[in-house]
Structures are given as structure tokens and as C-alpha cells.
């Protein structure tokens, strides 16, 4: 059974920063790729970031290129989303997500589990 704990949320003015980590279990982690989603109130969840099974390709959205930053620590079996310069825009609830496979996407349907998400508010 795989679980995805994701934790690093909470209240921040806008231009400050934030780290999320999702924590992942229950089998391989080093051998999937992951990703960061959000879900902002009334909207649809959208991509945020990406990263491939051994960090090497990375791919962000628009709208958190030069903000974010996803990395991952497979001996910890963990995976992180740097946030700077965070905008009013980026509150939404953000979920940690592994994919079927090794290789990056931006697709939801490409991941298998999803964590129960981490409230993010950028006040401005």
C-alpha cells in the first residue's frame, strides 16, 4: 500500500517562501517519477511540477517557472517543492502524486496515488 504524506503548508504573505516534502511508502521510490499538483477553490487541479526518477528532468508550469523548485531525495524517499515568491495566486490545497512510471509527466492520469493534500495561503 503506498502513502503519500505531504506536509510544509500553511499561511505566508505574498513574496515569501514555503517548502513542502511528501514523504512517500510502500514500494520503490526511487524507481517513480513525481509530481506536485494544486487545487485552488472552484478550479480545477492543475500541474505544478514535475521530476523524473533520478531528478534529471524537471518540468514546471507557466505560471511557477523561476518560483519553484521540485527535488527529491531518494534515500529519503522524499520529494520537495520550494516556493518563492509566492502570489496571491498560488493558495490552493497541493497534493504529492507518484506516477505509474519513471519518467516525468504533467499528466494526471499518469499518476497512480495522490496524497491528501497541504493547504497553501499567500495573503497579499
Known amino acids: 500500500q503506498v502513502q503519500l504524506v505531504e506536509s510544509g503548508g500553511g499561511l505566508v504573505q505574498a513574496g515569501g517562501s514555503l517548502r513542502l516534502s511528501c514523504a512517500a511508502s510502500?514500494?520503490?521510490?526511487?524507481?517513480?517519477?513525481m509530481g506536485w499538483f494544486r487545487q485552488a477553490p472552484g478550479k480545477e487541479r492543475e500541474f505544478v511540477a514535475a521530476?523524473?526518477?533520478?531528478?534529471?528532468?524537471?518540468y514546471y508550469a507557466d505560471s511557477v517557472k523561476g518560483r519553484f523548485t521540485i527535488s527529491r531525495d531518494n534515500a529519503k524517499n522524499t520529494v520537495y517543492l520550494q516556493m518563492n515568491s509566492l502570489k496571491p495566486e498560488d493558495t490552493a490545497v497541493y497534493y504529492c502524486a507518484q506516477a505509474y512510471g519513471s519518467r516525468s509527466t504533467t499528466y494526471s492520469y499518469e499518476y497512480d496515488y495522490w496524497g491528501q493534500g497541504t493547504q497553501v495561503t499567500v495573503s497579499s
Open positions: 521530476i523524473s526518477w533520478s531528478g534529471g528532468n524537471r
Open positions: 510502500g514500494r520503490t521510490f526511487s524507481r517513480y517519477a
